[in-house]
């Protein structure tokens, strides 16, 4: 026999056999894994729902849906920073104790607000590393300044700063301007953390 039948015999039966296996692992694998044209999107068609729209959670937060949906963050959905909500809504649709955990906001608020150049021009982004500064080794959380269902910036305040150096006394509760509700537990000596004098032109 030549060694060119001999060839052709060694690659014709290498090729039946990678054939076989080809057949055989794949066949193996549609029925452990299910992976076929057919089968995936049945796959997925299967799976539970468990993200819930905004209007499922403004049955009990009717307000908070209000306030986000004229905002900024109006495009994005509840879960989008709470997580699938389906089990916290279908609890508290019972009557039951439904909590719903959250991430810490400073980590949370950076998937989307940490600067990066691949980011459009306009866009709100912050150096994490810098804003809101550590103080005394204590990184702020953004919603000391920033409310999420209401994002937007502290607004600058229009008078000078000289010989005001307690801004609670025409700030505070009782005082002729008093600061928001939000701010009930703040020191006057904290204001400048977040707000700025208003940049004369």
């Known amino acids: 026999m030549s060694i060119l039948i001999r060839a052709a015999l060694v690659v014709a039966l290498l090729s039946t056999v990678g054939l076989f296996m080809r057949t055989v692992t794949a066949s193996l694998s549609v029925e452990v894994i299910g992976l076929t044209h057919e089968d995936n999107p049945r796959w997925w068609a299967d799976r539970p729902v468990n993200n819930q729209p905004a209007a499922a959670c403004a049955e009990c937060h009717e307000a908070t849906t209000e306030a986000t949906t004229a905002s900024a963050h109006a495009t994005v959905n509840c879960d989008s920073c709470h997580g ?78 000289e010989g005001r150096s307690d801004c609670l006394v025409c700030h505070g509760p009782d005082q002729w301007q008093p600061a928001p509700p939000s701010h009930a537990d703040r020191a006057g000596d904290g204001c400048l953390k977040c707000h700025s004098p208003e940049e004369q032109t």
């Open 84 to 161: 699938a909500a389906r089990e916290h809504i279908d609890l508290a649709r019972s009557g039951q104790d439904a909590p719903l955990a959250l991430a810490d906001a400073r980590d949370l608020c950076t998937t989307c607000h940490a600067a990066l150049v691949s980011r459009p021009d306009g866009f709100p982004q912050v150096d994490p590393t810098t804003h809101g500064a550590p103080d005394a080794a204590v990184t702020s959380s953004c919603e000391s300044c920033h409310n999420a269902h209401d994002p937007g910036f502290p607004p600058p305040f229009k008078h000078p700063l």
